[in-house]
């Protein structure tokens, strides 16, 4: 059972840099969203989709772009890193309730 | 103020202990409410909904205040495997936007 995948599971870039967090459902889920996870801030919502072509911004969204071609692929881009997404992302899938989340094992981004 | 919010803890309770927590929120319009649990460097899991009626799960339960606007975790009987990051989760209105509380910590010794 995959469930949720992300790749790659920890990435070093250099400040200005770009790339692209790779995340995949096997669950046909319709909602998925990425979440960004920082000391005693808890998870903080950056993007989420509710279908295919559908995506819409959540609280941290400033830096990143996603698109949402088909239902299984999400994909979280940064445009031009900065030390301040220097963070651990996590993305999310559900099939009914937002809020009932399937996470994947999270990918761990150091920005230099 | 922050629109989900938890005591950070840490908790250290003894094995056996019965444990706590709680979440407030503040949209009294939230829809939709649940707990996780996250061991150490490793992914949120769900642990479960948190219904008005309140709900149970093993040693487990849940319960809502609407009118105070907030939920609470019981862990009862507690056991060494039990030691994590406890999260509350709130749906607000609209439902997409999910927030996450900071978390409680919790160590249960021996």
């Known amino acids: 059972n995959a469930g949720v995948t992300q790749t790659p599971k920890f990435q070093v870039l250099k400040t200005g840099q770009s790339m692209t967090l790779q995340c995949a459902q096997d669950m046909n889920h319709e909602y998925m969203s990425w979440y960004r996870q920082d000391p005693g801030m808890g998870l903080r919502l950056i993007h989420y989709s509710v279908g295919a072509g559908i995506t819409d911004q959540g609280e941290v969204p400033n830096g990143y772009n996603v698109s949402r071609s088909t239902t299984e692929d999400f994909p979280l881009r940064l445009l031009s890193a900065a030390p301040s997404q220097t963070s651990v992302y996590f993305c999310?899938?559900?099939?009914?309730?937002?809020?009932?989340?399937?996470f994947g094992e999270g990918s761990r981004l150091t920005v230099l | 103020r922050k629109e989900v919010e938890q005591d950070p803890g840490p908790f250290n309770v003894p094995e056996g202990a019965t444990v706590a927590f709680n979440c407030t929120y503040s949209?009294?319009?939230?829809?939709?409410f649940f707990w996780y649990r996250q061991d150490c460097r490793k992914e949120p899991k769900l642990l479960m909904s948190?219904?008005?009626s309140g709900n149970e799960d093993g040693r487990f339960t849940a319960q809502l205040n609407r009118a105070s606007q907030y939920i609470s975790l019981l862990i009862r009987d507690s056991k060494l495997s039990d030691s994590a990051t406890y999260l509350c989760v709130v749906n607000p209105p609209g439902g997409f936007k999910t927030i996450f509380g900071a978390g409680t910590r919790l160590f249960v010794k021996a």
């Open positions: 999310a899938s559900s099939y009914g309730d937002p809020g009932e989340l399937f």
């Open positions: 948190v219904y008005s």
């Open positions: 949209n009294s319009a939230s829809q939709s």
